[in-house]
């Protein structure tokens, strides 16, 4: 496809339930983020990939959240053992690399989750 | 750490007004400034950047930004709005380092009635 693609769009996931996120990056991008947005917030970085390698995980809250590009294109971003604040949009986006900072991200739809 | 601070997190205008959204950051060093527009259920687009040269950086649909570094800001402009910018707009920074991880400000929901 020509963008970032995100599955699914919504998940309802019960207290303690562990869930997977998908992200499609766009075909030949090397970089890959993932960004948490609670509601009313604007988007937090959680952690990068450049191909198979996760350069920085800096962002994740907890051990419960993992993240995982084993072939250097999909991406999955795992939430072991869910808690209410968990709950928010959960962004993918990727990016040709640069050798300094100023690319242009491009963001998917986003992974609704409510934690109930 | 860098932060980025978005003044106004509801702004209502009627079409045609002038549209200006602050964005100010906390970083010493070189960084690349961005504006990301998200419209009612679409993913977030990007509006305009800024890398270098002319501070006054122009984007799509006639939104126009202007980079002063010695106040931190990067305050997004449009001369006349229309309703069709009814949207969500984030400022965003990145400090030049291989990573590219944005730094969101909170974001600023902009209404403009018909």
């Known amino acids: 496809g020509a963008g970032v693609s995100q599955s699914p769009r919504y998940k309802v996931a019960k207290r303690g339930q562990d869930v997977a996120l998908r992200c499609d990056p766009i075909?030949?991008?090397?970089?890959l983020f993932w960004y948490q947005q609670a509601l009313g917030q604007g988007p937090e970085f959680l952690t990068y990939?450049?191909?198979?390698?996760?350069?920085?995980k800096s962002g994740l809250p907890s051990d419960r959240f993992f993240a995982e590009r084993p072939e250097g294109s999909v991406s999955t971003l795992k939430i072991q053992r869910t808690q209410q604040e968990d709950s928010a949009v959960y962004l993918c986006?990727?990016?040709?690399?640069?050798?300094?900072?100023?690319?242009?991200?491009?963001f998917g739809q986003g992974t609704r989750l409510t934690v109930v | 750490a860098q932060s980025v601070s978005q003044h106004n997190h509801h702004v209502i205008l009627s079409e045609a007004a002038s549209l200006e959204l602050g964005c100010n950051y906390s970083?010493?060093?070189?960084?690349?400034l961005f504006w990301y527009v998200q419209y009612p259920g679409q993913h977030l687009q990007l509006l305009l950047k800024?890398?270098?040269?002319?501070?006054l950086v122009k984007g799509i649909k006639g939104f126009e930004a202007e980079f002063i570094k010695s106040k931190f800001s990067f305050n997004l402009r449009k001369p006349s709005v229309q309703w069709s910018d009814t949207a969500e707009y984030f400022c965003?920074?990145?400090?030049?380092?291989?990573?590219?991880?944005?730094?969101f400000g909170g974001g600023t929901r902009l209404m403009v009635k018909p």
């Open positions: 800024y890398f270098s040269g002319d501070p």
């Open positions: 986006a990727s990016s040709w690399p640069s050798g300094q900072g100023g690319t242009e991200a491009f």
């Open positions: 965003a920074v990145n400090n030049n380092n291989a990573g590219n991880m944005l730094t």
């Open positions: 990939f450049q191909n198979e390698a996760q350069l920085d």
């Open positions: 075909s030949g991008h090397v970089s």
């Open positions: 970083y010493g060093g070189t960084v690349n």
